[in-house]
């Protein structure tokens, strides 16, 4: 197996949590832009951790292909 092999399997899998972390949050917004109210929310708990989790997954994905692109030269 090569570099490359186990890079392109981890940005396989960092792309699939990443997949699911995003379908986990919660879209609570649609209703309320009708209601022409805008009222601010703070991310709290669960929906807090899911959020730093999407970002700290996102940054991970384009670093691996950033070295899958290095390490394919």
Known sequence: MDVTDILNLGMILISLALIGVILLQVRGEGLRAFQGTSLT???????KALFQLTIALAFLFVLVA???VTAAR
């Open 66 to 68: 950033a070295l899958n």
């Open 41 to 47: 929310r703070t991310r709290r708990g669960l929906e």
